[in-house]
């Protein structure tokens, strides 16, 4: 069996009244594909973003039994007022909703709620989790915010108290760092690690012990920025027993690869020796497979690099499936 953690959709249509800052979706002359409008945002979507059918039938021909679908980043519009953001985000899960209804048994959908408003994104979870939706997406950031600021930790809190997984999408934001053509690479592999370090820093990761949290991308560069907190933690190398009178920033706690150790990371990272070194660090049980799919195309077979790595029967098995239903909290099938 294999689980693609790491996949996306986009609702087919909005309503012909919705408020003019919603998004569009303009059919495309003698074909199935449609053209999504948002903001700066022009981008063909093919049919299998917003048909279950056409989904079901690309799952089969890649090798996938099983797909956790979150609505693509661009959708994570946090600079909308409150009420806009709302509606949006109800339109896009009942859409969501819908789509996976077609077969639940193989789609499992993750809702969106404002972030800008961490009061009513936590009021949201409640609604998420009754509409069968079996988690949350949010982007790395708020509005340049770190996710780990104690604004949001009441969020957080309450998936915890719900049981809900979460999944955090890398979303770039512009910097005057890097050119624009590095937000789809380096910016991305920024983003993921400084949203898994703020909840290490920022306190989450320490009040919310029982949060099932997900990585895009295996939080970017954050595996291997661990190693080192872990030594201005402990005052050693290669995770030896601490000597906190060597340590630069010791505290009582738990150390920083036990907190990453908590967090899920998905596959998508385009290199068996990255991949490797994950696994090494962080465990297998930590790991997902993830494909960005349909956005980028899978590995055909979906898991071919897993597969070449000689990994023993029983990790790749926690790889592929297992650990998908334990991040979920879903009992696998028979």
């Known amino acids: ?77 946090y600079d909308l007022p409150l009420p806009d953001a709302l509606s949006l985000a109800r339109h896009i899960n009942e859409a969501t909703a819908a789509l996976c209804s077609a077969d639940p048994s193989k789609l499992i959908g993750f809702g969106l709620v404002p972030m800008q408003d961490p009061e009513t994104a936590a009021k949201e979870l409640t609604a998420i989790r009754e509409a069968g939706l079996h988690g949350v997406e949010i982007a790395s950031n708020v509005n340049g915010a770190s996710i780990g600021d104690e604004r949001f930790l009441p969020f957080f809190e309450e998936a915890e108290r719900l049981d809900l997984p979460i999944f955090v999408h890398a979303l770039p934001t512009p910097t005057d760092r890097l050119p624009r053509a590095a937000m789809g690479t380096y910016v991305v592999g920024l983003e993921g690690a400084l949203a898994a370090a703020s909840l290490i820093t920022g306190g989450t990761a320490a009040r919310c012990p029982d949060l099932r949290i997900s990585f895009s991308h295996a939080a970017g560069g954050f595996p291997l920025m661990v190693p080192r907190a872990q030594y201005f933690w402990g005052g050693t190398w290669n995770e030896e027993p601490p000597v906190k009178e060597r340590a630069v920033m010791p505290d009582d706690g738990p150390s920083p690869l036990e907190y990453a150790r908590r967090f899920y990371y998905d596959s998508m990272v385009f290199d068996r020796r990255a991949l490797r070194y994950i696994i090494d660090l962080l465990g297998h049980d930590r790991i997902l497979v993830g494909s960005d799919f349909p956005a980028m195309p899978r590995e055909e077979p979906a898991g071919r690099s897993l597969r070449t790595m000689d990994l023993p029967d029983a990790v790749l098995e926690d790889i592929t499936w297992h650990n998908a239903f334990r991040f979920l909290g879903v009992e696998p099938p028979a």
């Open 1 to 77: 069996m294999l689980v693609d953690a790491h996949a996306h959709l986009l609702p087919r249509d909005y309503p012909a009244d919705a408020p003019e800052c919603f998004p569009k979706m303009e059919p495309i002359d003698g074909d199935t594909a449609r053209t999504l409008l948002f903001g700066a945002v022009r981008f063909t979507a093919r049919d299998v973003f917003f048909e279950a059918e056409r989904r079901i039938e690309e799952m089969a021909a890649s090798g996938v039994d099983v797909e956790v679908l979150t609505p693509m980043p661009p959708l994570l519009r």
